[in-house]
């Protein structure tokens, strides 16, 4: 899983530094839960499934991407709710990607409904 999303997450962040309009990743089921949360937080405009790959499809406003970098979090970090409220309340405004027990879930997700989980990703706003 995490080779699998290491290279999309490094292929979104090359994308942005190249301000590329969109872009081809290979097709795999974490690569697709992934972009879907994207997706439905608008931080990408969206995405295709063509002939086993993902086209994805950056997200520019005023000539500027929305997020600033995605970070991997690598190894099994699980975190508890109190953890991730600190997390989130950091001066970096940043959303965390976790894995639950519901499937994947942003940090403002998971503290609306008490549920912890295993941080898989940081994305800087």
């Given at each position: 899983m995490h080779a699998k999303l290491n290279k999309l997450i490094s292929e979104i962040n090359l994308a942005k530094a190249r301000r590329v309009i969109n872009f081809k990743v290979r097709l795999s089921r974490h690569s697709l839960f992934f972009?879907?949360?994207?997706?439905?937080?608008?931080?990408i405009r969206g995405y295709s499934i063509v002939n086993r790959e993902i086209i994805v499809y950056m997200k520019y406003i005023n000539n500027t991407v929305v997020f600033k970098k995605i970070y991997l979090i690598k190894g099994k970090r699980y975190i508890k709710l109190m953890s991730l409220l600190r997390m989130s309340s950091r001066i970096?405004?940043?959303?965390?990607?976790?894995?639950?027990?519901?499937?994947?879930?942003?940090?403002?997700?998971?503290l609306l409904e008490n549920i912890s989980g295993r941080v898989i990703a940081r994305i800087e706003l």
């Open positions: 972009l879907n949360k994207l997706n439905e937080y608008g931080l970096k405004p940043s959303l965390y990607l976790l894995v639950t027990a519901n499937g994947y879930k942003f940090s403002d997700e998971c």
